[in-house]
């Protein structure tokens, strides 16, 4: 009774590791699983009394060989699919990487510039003394515009770095991967 048990336990095993294996490329202990499967079918049927030729068996064979040969070059043609896919996926992710890096330099070279900008406007409000009541409501819009713009672009500048953090994940991801389906085709 307990060995019908151990045997229910481990059918449910292989059975939820096939089901999760995709069904585009079959895992090689099912294709071994079928392979033998097929070749007792071949030879349970058959009688060593009977009167089989040697080329009815040659040319089970060499279709079994062929069946083989179609399923190898499959498998291969799905992985080097699944491989450019990948490097197609990791050279958009650079690229990607590349122009948010000029994004971010852009950035801080006009946040720089409304910094000097504000510094500039800072002194030149120092040196001004003539009509001050409506120079100063005018600077002070100024100001509060550039303050605005400035809080902009330092979320912007936030938003970019998260944005690089995320391509820099994306670029790791990717290399785990080509990795892993590298040694998967070895």
């Known amino acids: ?48 009394s009977s009167s089989d030729s040697y080329g009815d068996r040659a040319s089970a064979r060499a279709r079994r060989e062929a069946r083989e040969a179609r399923l190898a ?16 996926l990791y050279e958009s992710a650079l690229t990607e990487n590349q122009k948010l890096k000029t994004k971010l330099q852009e ?16 002194q030149q409000k120092q040196e001004k003394t003539s009509d001050r009541s409506s120079m100063l409501e005018m600077e002070k819009r100024e100001r509060r515009a550039l303050e605005r713009k400035m809080s902009e672009m330092e979320e912007e500048m936030k938003v970019l770095t998260e944005l690089k953090s995320d391509n820099q994940r994306l670029k790791d991801e990717n290399g785990a991967l080509i990795r892993v389906i590298s040694k998967l085709s070895k």
């Open 107 to 122: 950035a801080q070279l006009e946040l720089a510039d409304i910094k000097s900008k504000l510094e500039k406007m800072a």
């Open 73 to 88: 070059s499959l498998t291969s043609r799905v992985e080097e699919d699944s491989n450019r896919d990948y490097k197609k």
């Open 1 to 48: 009774m307990s060995s019908l048990y151990t045997r229910s336990k481990e059918f449910t095993r292989n059975r939820k590791s096939q089901s999760d294996s995709p069904p585009a490329s079959p895992s090689p202990t099912a294709k071994t699983l079928r392979h033998e499967r097929l070749s007792r079918l071949e030879s349970g049927g058959s009688n060593p």
